[in-house]
């Protein structure tokens, strides 16, 4: 594999931790959670603050290597709630100064 950029920091995983309050995918809590890359890195993801929530351990090997839309539909989870989540997370927590890093923003299905 090619050498690929990871630049999720300790600080930013911690607080990726502190505003989803558990698992991104179950709500479990309590367990100790794992960095779960939605794009995972055997499919060209990365340790980035817009391609990782923490799952518990459960969640992350029944996810495994499959891209987080794909295993949300499979197991009928709430797809479109857990995207305005992540993106409403991800805005909060991105560096202001560094407008290319932030999501763009989602416009409601009409």
């Not at 920091?9 to 931790?17: G, S």
């Amino acid at each position: 594999m090619a050498k690929v950029e990871h630049d999720l920091t300790d600080t930013q995983w911690h607080a990726l931790m502190e505003a989803w309050g558990g698992c991104a995918y179950c709500g479990g809590d309590g367990a100790a959670l794992q960095k779960d890359c939605m794009l995972p890195i055997s499919r060209g993801g990365r340790y980035t603050l817009l391609n990782v929530v923490p799952a518990c351990a459960s969640c992350n090997a029944s996810k495994c290597n499959t891209e987080v839309i794909t295993w949300m539909r499979r197991k009928r989870l709430d797809e479109p709630a857990f995207l305005a989540r992540q993106v409403a997370i991800a805005r909060s927590l991105a560096d202001p100064a560094d407008p290319a890093g932030l999501p763009a923003p989602v416009d409601p299905p009409a």
